[in-house]
């Protein structure tokens, strides 16, 4: 059983597309988003993100997600359509005190972050 898991796990990690372009920095838990990739006019929506999702997770699923196309926890794809998803998600969250102006900076952020991270 432990071979067919280590198998299923190596074939997954082997699969998962990794795009170069995006500069990240930090590792683990201290992995971030490298400041100088974010255009001024989203300087804000960066700075949202960063106190904003950290109160439930680290950035580095934020980053994962991004830079890999799969989201770290369900697998799923990461596109445009889940980070719409995610950002209603949060929207409905009691305890992420986000207001929708916020969610869709944030959204319109890791969108921009998402089309770079495939360049």
């Given amino acids: 059983m432990k071979t067919i898991a280590a198998i ?16 990240t920095t930090g590792r683990g838990d201290t992995l971030n ?3 100088a990739v ?9 700075a949202t993100l960063q106190v904003r999702c950290i109160k439930c997770h680290t950035l580095e699923r934020t980053v994962v997600a991004i830079t890999t ?3 770290p926890i369900t697998g799923q794809p990461f596109d445009r359509a889940a980070t719409r998803a995610y950002g209603v998600k949060m929207l409905r ?5 986000m207001n929708k102006t916020e969610v869709k900076a944030v959204v319109d952020l890791m ?9």
């Fill in 8 to 23: 299923t796990l190596a074939v997954m990690l082997s699969s998962i597309p990794c795009y170069a372009s995006l500069r």
């Fill in 33 to 35: 988003f490298d400041p």
């Fill in 93 to 97: 969250k009691p305890d992420s005190n």
């Fill in 69 to 71: 196309g799969i989201a």
């Fill in 38 to 46: 974010i255009p001024s006019t989203m300087k804000g929506s960066f």
């Fill in 111 to 119: 969108n921009y972050l998402l089309d770079d991270a495939s360049r």
